[in-house]
């Protein structure tokens, strides 16, 4: 049998081979599709009514989960705060901690999360499915460019609309540990605010509303490819959905971390 | 007649006249046609030269055939024989491998996107499963090119109620694609096709999953479009009854009255040809007489 161990390593190269170049051709698309989306923002034809639309659907159609998000985030990091701060005698300081880990991370990042999670896989089922029913085939035969119509949009809505539901996030966050602070940890309101005020400089902002236009853009990029590279009919639709969010997710995780690095850099914590 | 057709006549009107007046001038007598023109009225509107195509598999093999404006042509061929894929093709959806594929003289292969979209609104296609777009109504549905194109909104909303009507869907304007029945949705995808009044209609397999008195419907508006606007046509289809009843039936209109003929003697009808296909070759093209009266085995499997 040892002359067959040459050729499962030959087939498993051959795979992985295969396997690689695969990948590299799906980082190529995406980024030709992100670019393709990007300028179709920037020339003639453009389709307001259809990034208001997507600005609603991605925007106000997650408010609840954000607001919820925002401020459970906040009550927690100001219980697991408390209980660290304790040690030191410095619980005072909760919402000073409070307010820079919302603004500066958890605030984007959850929000990024958790609008990929609803938005991110609503884009790749919704895009999928018009491959799949050859509605997007529909689209390029009576002279539409479906980047146009359908990704530009969608990248619009993602870049301004994470923005603001990451402030949204953050204000409701600051504002559960405040709640948490004053019946739970029997600080005063007045002394949260003004620890909360003190703590917050430009830096802090400038990073915070960074990294949620990148985040946004990811996460549309993201949704628009795998649903426009869906195949093989209904099945396809529901592996696009899981890989938009896995994928996202994951890129959303990683680009925190470098941007973090670059951010720290460019805006260092005074 | 839409105001859109109107307009279009008019200019075509004004072409005409102006090109008579320069014809006058140059001493020479109308019917006399440089030889330019005539070449290009000899050319075929849709022409396949050598058309290779493959994925993991040879999917066409050398593919050549013409269409000359006016003509129908219907391509058969068993599952996976690379029916659709001529029509994919046709539209720029796909980019052959080798051969060329010209579409009213422009050879496709070699256009940009740009060049496609041009190409692509001279062609009407009507796809398998209509492909209508759900997250619109039936009327805008049928509208959306023109919409896309500008046209003033009481000229979009006089054709798309004209269009409905000649596919009998007059009442279901404000419907969603959802509330429609499958037959329904083949109409309004013919309706949608139809609607900017391109010169080729593409049919990809229009009658498939339909019952026999809902496919005898689309068919009948094959016929309609083929025989009253003149257009030309490529019929795809496994479906033998239906590409027949294309081929035996003629439409004349007398008033408001639609009247149908049907020729039951092959070896009387004109116009329309047969072009099957098998792995990806075509191993037939010929008229419906020379169809039926084929020797060829899977010829006469596949009709049997």
């Known amino acids: 049998m040892a002359w067959r161990t040459p050729l499962l390593v030959a087939s498993l190269l051959r795979r992985l081979a295969w396997r690689a170049k695969h990948a590299v051709k799906g980082v190529q698309d995406y980024v030709l599709l992100s670019a393709r989306g990007t300028s179709a923002l920037l020339t003639r034809p453009r389709y307001p009514n259809e990034i208001l639309a997507q600005m609603d659907s991605l925007g106000v159609g997650s408010l609840s989960i954000v607001i919820l998000t925002g401020l459970f985030t906040g009550m927690v990091l100001a219980l697991q705060s408390a209980a660290s701060l304790d040690v030191f005698g410095a619980r005072p300081y909760v919402g000073r901690l409070v307010c820079v880990s919302m603004v500066r991370e958890l605030g984007p990042v959850l929000t990024a999360l958790m609008v990929t999670g609803r938005v991110g896989s609503g884009m790749a089922a919704e895009l999928g499915s018009m491959v799949v029913t050859q509605q997007i085939d529909a689209l390029r035969v009576l002279g539409t460019d479906p980047i146009r119509k359908l990704v530009a949009p969608r990248i619009a809505a993602g870049v301004i609309m994470v923005p603001v539901l990451t402030v949204l996030s953050d204000m409701l966050g600051i504002f559960g540990a405040g709640l948490i602070s004053i019946f739970n940890l029997k600080l005063s309101w007045e002394y949260y605010w003004r620890s909360v005020g003190s703590a ?20 549309a990029t993201v949704g628009c490819y795998t649903g426009l590279s869906t195949t093989g009919g209904t099945q396809g639709v529901g592996l696009s959905t899981t890989r938009s969010v896995v994928v996202a997710s994951v890129l959303i995780l990683a680009s925190d971390f470098f941007m973090t690095k670059v951010l720290l850099i460019l805006f260092p914590v005074v | ?92 959806l796909l980019k052959p491998d080798a051969g060329s594929i010209r579409v009213d003289g422009t050879d496709i292969a070699s256009l940009d996107e740009d060049g496609l979209r041009r190409v692509r609104l001279k062609i009407g296609m009507v796809f398998q499963e209509g492909a209508l777009f759900d997250s619109m109504s039936v009327a805008d549905n049928v509208g959306y090119r023109l919409v896309e194109d500008a046209v003033a909104e009481d000229v979009v909303a006089a054709r798309v109620a004209e269009i409905l009507g000649f596919v009998g869907l007059g009442a279901h304007a404000d419907k969603g694609p959802a509330e429609l029945s499958g037959g329904q949705r083949r109409r309004v995808a013919f309706a949608r096709a139809l609607a900017p009044g391109p010169a080729i209609m593409l049919y990809d397999e229009p009658t498939t999953g339909l019952d026999p008195i809902t496919a005898t419907t689309i068919t009948d508006l094959i016929v309609k479009v083929r025989d009253l606007d003149g257009a030309t046509s490529i019929l795809v289809t496994h479906q033998l009854r239906d590409a027949f009843n294309v081929a035996r039936s003629f439409v004349r209109k007398q008033g408001d009255e ?43 499997e596949f009709l049997s």
Do not use: W
């Open chain 1, 200 to 219: 917050l400089v430009v830096n802090d902002i400038v990073m915070g509303l960074t990294k949620p236009v990148a985040f946004g853009y990811i996460l």
């Open chain 2, 1 to 92: 007649m839409s105001e859109i057709f109107r307009k279009i006549q008019e200019a075509t009107q004004d072409v005409a006249d102006r090109a008579r007046d320069v014809a006058e001038m140059l001493g020479v007598s109308a019917g006399e046609q440089p030889p330019e023109a005539q070449r290009a009225a000899e050319e075929p509107i849709v022409s396949f030269r050598d058309v290779e195509l493959a994925f993991d598999r040879p999917i066409l093999r050398g593919v050549s055939f013409d269409l000359h404006a006016g003509a129908t042509k219907i391509v058969l061929g068993g599952s996976g024989s690379g029916k659709t894929t001529i029509l994919r093709l046709m539209l720029g």
């Open chain 2, 258 to 300: 639609f009247l149908f003929e049907r020729i039951e003697d092959f070896s009387k009808l004109a116009g329309t040809e047969f072009l099957m296909l098998r792995e990806g070759s075509v191993v037939f093209e010929g008229s419906p007489h020379e169809l039926v009266s084929s020797r060829d085995p899977y010829i006469r």
